[in-house]
């Protein structure tokens, strides 16, 4: 199984930037599809970013599009979330999830169900 470890969170003024980090072990990325989602206080968890096992694809919630760019570095078995201009509705608690890729599946799963590997998550504070 793989494991998996957020980093990189912290207390940011809006405007500011962080870059969160999801850290495999265990297990090669390589296969894995990798999604980040967030959950802010009282609220439901949502879909923030994903990434395909090749980095061939990506995809973004629709609000966050320009702000936020996913990426990963084989070498170090990492997936990485550039957080910009954040503001404080980006407060919230973000985790990375996997999930071995699906041959013939196009694209790259935006829904939390399909994601079986989950990292403890990280805990982001924007202030104003």
């Known amino acids: 199984q793989v494991q998996l470890v957020e980093s990189g969170g912290g207390l940011v003024q809006a405007g500011g930037s962080l870059r969160l980090s999801c850290a495999a072990s265990?297990?090669?990325?390589?296969?894995?599809?990798v999604g980040w989602f967030r959950q802010g206080p009282g609220k439901e968890r949502e879909f923030v970013s994903a990434?395909?096992?090749?980095?061939?694809?990506?995809k973004y919630a629709d609000s966050l599009k320009g702000r936020f760019t996913i990426s990963k570095d084989g070498a170090k078995n990492t997936v990485f979330l550039q957080m910009n201009s954040l503001n404080p509705e980006d407060t919230a608690v973000y985790y990375c999830?996997?999930?071995?890729?699906?041959?013939?599946?196009?694209?790259?799963?935006?829904?939390?169900?399909?994601?079986?590997?989950w990292g403890q998550g990280t805990q982001v504070t924007v202030s104003s």
């Open positions: 990434i395909s096992w090749n980095g061939g694809s990506t």
């Open positions: 265990g297990r090669t990325l390589s296969m894995y599809d």
């Open positions: 999830a996997a999930r071995s890729h699906r041959f013939g599946e196009r694209g790259v799963p935006d829904m939390s169900s399909v994601y079986g590997y």
